[in-house]
């Protein structure tokens, strides 16, 4: 009998009775409940913070305002003669309506901004007012053989006559690297 008793493990809890399994089992079914919980308001966070705040590429897009392509209301000639021009390294060729129209100061206007297709680096326009250096207008990304034909001013102009500069700025296609800069003086009507 010695060797019986010698073999046997009696477990006993603080109140002389041995524990209960299910006891146990419940509270891990309820810690992995919590985990689970825990990672679903997680994944459901990350979730809802990509949906909320779009990427670098779709804010890069939506800032996009130029269409591909020269200006439409150019002749085949001149299309075919811009097509055929050559333009070298390190030049960049500019195009902006030096006197564009906008009906009211909150109104679109004639702008008629071309990124040539020729040039090797895409352009962004920012617009200035020469007698306050207020930048009145930014063109956003203007891919290689794009244009904006019209659009509306960042500030709203009372009616007049304004003499502005329209800054070009060229950035290599892959690196997005400042590469250079042209300006062109422009005098804006506002007329209403």
Not at 129 to 142: C, K, V
Not at 156 to 176: C, H, I, S
């Amino acid at each position: 009998m010695d060797e019986q008793n010698q073999n046997t493990l009696v477990v006993e809890t603080e109140n002389g009775t041995a524990p209960k399994p299910k006891k146990k089992r419940k509270k891990i079914l309820i810690i992995i409940s919590v985990i689970v919980l825990a990672l679903m308001v997680g994944i459901g966070g990350v979730y809802v913070y990509q949906y909320t705040h779009p990427s670098d590429a779709v804010q890069f897009e939506e800032q996009i305002k130029a269409k591909l392509g020269q200006l439409e209301d150019k002749s085949n000639e001149e299309k075919l003669a811009a097509l055929n021009e050559i333009v070298q390294e390190g030049e960049l060729k500019i195009s902006i309506n030096a006197s564009p129209v906008f009906a009211t100061g909150d109104s679109e206007g004639d702008l008629r901004i071309e990124n040539h297709p020729n040039n090797l680096y895409e352009q962004r326009v920012v617009i200035t007012l020469d007698d306050t250096g207020e930048e009145i207008y930014h063109s956003g990304p203007m891919p290689i053989n794009s244009n904006i034909y019209s659009d509306k001013l960042e500030v709203d102009l009372d009616a007049g006559e304004y003499k502005a500069t329209a800054l070009f700025t060229a950035y290599d296609p892959e690196t997005d690297i400042e590469v250079g800069q042209a300006s062109a003086n422009i005098t804006i009507t506002v007329l209403g």
